[in-house]
């Protein structure tokens, strides 16, 4: 084992603000190092007030020629949602799917397989490579996607739709779990480590999550010592539509040990100047 004074960030305290069943997974790598992680989850997804819309979308599942995943939340509430109203996954038979990245492996999870995976692991990746469908315009597909609470809706989602509508695709698109902000009354002793300096990373890993944050403090002054990094070209070019300036943009947007690995790049490079 190498020792922790060895690793990267050794010592650098990097806050972490994705929702917590996301956070864990990237905490591990941000760890492995050598960071002093801090949680501040400025998001949480949960499940759907009212399940009518997704209930008569998975009554009809298998009219669909395509179901477009484009996050792992929408596929756990998805599978949790069938299972729920007792629908076998053999239903799925008849659809070809298509997942970003790692969440293709959750997909494997449930016994699905995945049918196309982009090489851009974004949505614009996918609509790029169902572009080469033949016959795509003839095409339906089922796009389940967050309901957001509490801040503006990110463009992510309406430019896939956009972009799957442009296909000429028959496009349903259909709220399968809530994505709300949480009260910034949960982080004071955060929010305070935040002002005094004593963060030196904060890792936004999507818009949401920085639309939550920028709702928690009270001007730019509040975080202007720390380092922002962004999971992905698109979380930072939101971002810094936002008005963050951008220093860390992850190349390898695939998995969180990309993330982890270009903050540490970054951060190695800062120390040696």
Do not use: H
């Not at 960071?35 to 997804?45: K, Q, Y």
């Not at 851009?120 to 609470?149: H, R, Y």
Request: proline fraction near 5%; aromatic fraction near 8%.
């Amino acid at each position: 084992m190498i020792p922790s004074v060895q690793l990267p960030l050794y010592g650098k305290r990097i806050l972490v603000t994705a929702p917590r069943n996301y956070a864990a997974r990237l905490t591990s790598q941000l760890i492995n190092q050598g960071a002093l992680p801090v949680l501040m989850p400025t998001i949480e997804t949960c499940a759907l007030a009212d399940f009518t819309e997704l209930d008569t979308a998975l009554m009809q599942i298998d009219t669909f020629d395509w179901i477009a995943f484009s996050s792992r939340n929408g596929i756990d509430a998805f599978f949790q949602r069938l299972e729920a109203l007792g629908i076998s996954v053999s239903v799925l038979k008849n659809c070809r799917i298509s997942a970003i990245g790692k969440d293709a492996e959750r997909l494997s999870d449930f016994g699905i397989k995945v049918d196309l995976i982009p090489q851009e692991p974004s949505p614009k990746g996918i609509i790029a490579e169902l572009a080469k469908v033949p016959n795509i315009n003839k095409q339906t597909v089922l796009v389940p996607v967050p309901e957001v609470v509490g801040i503006a809706e990110p463009n992510v989602i309406p430019g896939f739709v956009a972009g799957l509508k442009k296909l000429r695709m028959s496009v349903t698109r259909v709220p399968t779990y809530t994505t709300r902000c949480l009260d910034k009354s949960l982080y004071e002793v955060e929010l305070n480590l935040i002002r005094q300096g004593k963060i030196d990373v904060i890792a936004f890993s999507s818009t949401a999550e920085i639309s939550g944050f920028l709702q928690m403090v009270t001007s730019k002054a509040d975080y202007q010592q720390c380092v922002i990094a962004c999971f992905g070209p698109y979380t930072a070019a939101n971002g810094r539509k936002l008005g963050l300036n951008v220093s860390i943009v992850a190349e390898n947007y695939s998995s969180f040990a990309g993330f982890a690995e270009a903050i540490a790049n970054f951060m190695l490079l800062l120390s040696s100047k």
